[in-house]
């Protein structure tokens, strides 16, 4: 049975920080690539970030870019992202989402619209004013 269980959202000041994890059973971690998709009402879907679990590459949009990093840990088949000097406007329901293959697939598959191999439920992350 495949899982992603995404961890780790709450509700923060803007300018502070969260961690955020994303638990994968299932699955054969090494052989994916698992990222974070966000979700604000009213908004489109968003890219945040991914890595590449079998060569370390990783991907970070412009709207995170300096604020974020990602990382993972495949002795407890979790990949965190840790999100600092958060704002506003990054309050969203943030999704973790897995696809077999690269960092560039995840991009395309995230930027496409077209649908990852696997989701998880999603943590919800609000930044007060």
């Known amino acids: 049975d495949v899982q992603l269980q995404a961890s780790g959202g709450g509700l923060v000041q803007a300018g502070g920080s969260l961690r955020l994890s994303c638990a994968a059973s299932?699955?054969?971690?090494?052989?994916?690539?698992i990222g974070w998709i966000r979700q604000a009402p009213g908004k489109e879907r968003e890219d945040v970030s991914a890595?590449?679990?079998?060569?370390?590459?990783?991907y970070y949009a412009d709207s995170v870019k300096h604020r974020a990093t990602i990382s993972n840990d495949n002795a407890k088949n979790t990949v965190y992202l840790q999100l600092d000097s958060l704002k506003p406007e990054d309050t969203a329901v943030y999704y973790c989402?897995?696809?077999?293959?690269?960092?560039?697939?995840?991009?395309?598959?995230?930027?496409?619209?077209?649908?990852?191999?696997?989701w998880g439920q999603g943590t919800q992350v609000t930044v007060s004013s």
């Open positions: 989402a897995a696809i077999s293959g690269s960092a560039m697939d995840w991009l395309v598959t995230a930027r496409g619209g077209y649908d990852f191999d696997y």
């Open positions: 299932g699955i054969t971690f090494e052989q994916h690539t």
């Open positions: 890595i590449c679990n079998s060569d370390g590459a990783t």
